[in-house]
């Protein structure tokens, strides 16, 4: 946490600059476009079937706006501005993990008070995930057809398959699935929103992730684009066996890829249960990464090269290992033997150089601060 204090003299200031940047960093990554977003036109009413867990932005065409929430449209409306996972922002709501509870209507206002757009969203629990490989002959859920009032059919409605996550080499792609429920002649309904308070009766109403192989040629103008590549390190000790790391941008909702030492790290080992030294979250999508052994990690999303992380030397870790490895869990050379000196260098001049500018950046923010008549210093807790 950040506080603003008075007095100190520059000294101070320069002791607390590198710890600052970090914390630059993390302000710059949740204001950069890091979430996933969903839009619906003026005066539309959109119904739209999402997974719990997963970050999710509801846009409104103006601005400044207010946000009201509906569980079903004969209860009271509640003012968003007071939920504390959701945050209002420059008109739009980013709800942060939402939680299946938080299931139906999404209300935006104009400052007159008249409605601009409606969101009917369901929330399904990503808990219940049910998720499948199509080339380790893993099948889907099928259609089922249930007595409620009367027959209806309750199926999954297939999201388009997103991208490779990978290019000019294999990678896989997938695509996400929501449970529907039709009664005969009328539109299906997220499962949600049509059960209302009832609580699920059967293992078939939950969504679904599916998985593929996939193979395409590399968008040069798309993996240019990154807007920042984030360099960080962490250290397994002798009380922590494993550590999770999280890919800046990664969403389920996008395409996304692990490396450890350049050797992608895939949905079809894990599932297969042939993965090992680590887990990809399946509630993220594969955002956050479980890692049981030190290697260099690189993440990727949307082909683009977003995050590495640098294990930090731990004599306790790096002989632990070493006894493993002479055991034959982890034969031949360690796994951050194998990095390129001359990339480690490379990594290091654009490491120093990032540092480098923003210092420079946040030195001039703080003369210009003492400048005035009361000077302050930027504490990070």
């Not at 946490?1 to 710059?28: N, R």
């Not at 739009?92 to 008070?113: M, R």
């Not at 409605?157 to 000019?168: K, L």
């Not at 920042?228 to 922590?240: G, M, P, R």
Request: with cysteine; net charge neutral.
């Amino acid at each position: 946490m950040a506080q603003v204090v008075p007095g100190g003299p520059p000294a101070a200031v320069q002791s607390t600059m590198l710890a600052t940047l970090g914390l630059l960093l993390s302000v710059a990554l949740s204001t950069w476009g890091s979430y996933v977003s969903i839009s619906c036109p003026t005066h539309g009413h959109c119904r739209r079937a999402l997974l719990s867990g997963n970050d999710i932005i509801l846009r409104c065409n103006k601005a400044p706006a207010s946000w009201y929430y509906q569980q079903e449209e004969s209860s009271q409306p509640l003012a968003l501005s007071s939920v504390s996972n959701i945050l209002v922002m420059e008109g739009s709501i980013l709800i942060k993990s939402p939680l299946p509870s938080q299931t139906g209507l999404y209300s935006c206002l104009d400052s007159t008070g008249h409605q601009v757009s409606q969101y009917e969203i369901d929330f399904q629990d990503v808990t219940a995930l049910h998720v499948t490989h199509k080339d380790l002959d893993q099948e889907p859920l099928q259609k089922e057809t249930l007595s409620l009032d009367g027959r209806v059919l309750i199926f999954t409605r297939w999201e388009p398959w997103q991208a490779c996550n990978h290019c000019e080499a294999p990678g896989e792609r997938k695509r996400l699935g929501y449970c529907h429920v039709q009664e005969p002649l009328e539109e299906p309904v997220p499962c949600s929103l049509y059960l209302g308070k009832i609580k699920p009766w059967s293992s078939r109403i939950r969504p679904e992730l599916q998985i593929e192989t996939c193979f395409e040629a590399c968008n040069m103008s798309r993996r240019a684009s990154a807007e920042f590549t984030l360099f960080d390190s962490f250290t397994l000790n002798a009380e922590s066996d494993s550590v999770w790391l999280t890919c800046p941008l990664g969403s389920i909702y996008r395409p996304l890829i692990w490396e450890a030492n350049n050797t992608p790290l895939t949905w079809q080992s894990q599932l297969s249960g042939q993965g090992l030294g680590s887990v990809l979250d399946i509630a993220s999508g594969g955002r956050r990464l479980r890692i049981f052994q030190p290697a260099i990690y690189t993440c990727f999303v949307q082909q683009e090269f977003v995050a590495r992380f640098n294990p930090v030397d731990d004599p306790g870790v790096l002989d632990r290992w070493g006894r493993r490895g002479a055991r034959g869990h982890n034969a031949g050379k360690a796994p951050w033997a194998e990095a390129d000196p001359i990339f480690k260098g490379l990594k290091l001049v654009l490491l120093v150089g990032t540092v480098l500018v923003l210092a420079g950046a946040l030195f001039k923010f703080i003369r210009r601060s003492l400048n005035r008549r009361f000077p302050q210093v930027l504490l990070v807790k």
